[in-house]
Nanobody
Framework: QLQLVESGGGLVQPGGSLRLSCVAS????????IGWFRQAPGKEREGVSI???????NYLDSVKGRFTISRDNAKSTVYLQMNSLKPEDTAVYYC?????????????????WGQGTQVTVSS
């Protein structure tokens, strides 16, 4: 059973940066595609970024050029570097995993989820 633990959230001013980490245990990270999702109060969950098991990455249009996903399979960790943060990026951020190649950001397709980490962008 794969387990995921996110960290790195916090309070940051607009224009600031944060790096989120998602550490996987109970499985080999390289065998999984990992997605980052977020959910703001009163809004539906949305997919932010994907890193597939073969290295393909993709992003939500509103974060392209600001967010970068990367993975270190040796450390069983996926990162989400978030730069030029905006108040509308405020949400709980979750990482999720699905075994094998999957290049989409449909939450229902993911089998394993972390507990989430809060990101608040405010002055």
């Amino acid at each position: 059973q794969l387990q995921l633990v996110e960290s790195g959230g916090g309070l940051v001013q607009p224009g600031g940066s944060l790096r989120l980490s998602c550490v996987a245990s109970g499985g080999t990270l390289a065998a999984y595609s990992i997605g980052w999702f977020r959910q703001a109060p009163g809004k539906e969950r949305e997919g932010v970024s994907i890193s597939t098991s073969v290295g393909y990455t993709n992003y939500l249009d509103s974060v392209k050029g600001r967010f970068t996903i990367s993975r270190d399979n040796a450390k069983s960790t996926v990162y989400l570097q978030m730069n030029s943060l905006k108040p509308e990026d405020t949400a709980v951020y979750y990482c999720a995993a699905v075994r094998g190649w999957y290049g989409g950001l449909i939450g229902k397709s993911y089998d394993y989820w972390g507990q989430g980490t809060q990101v608040t962008v405010s002055s």
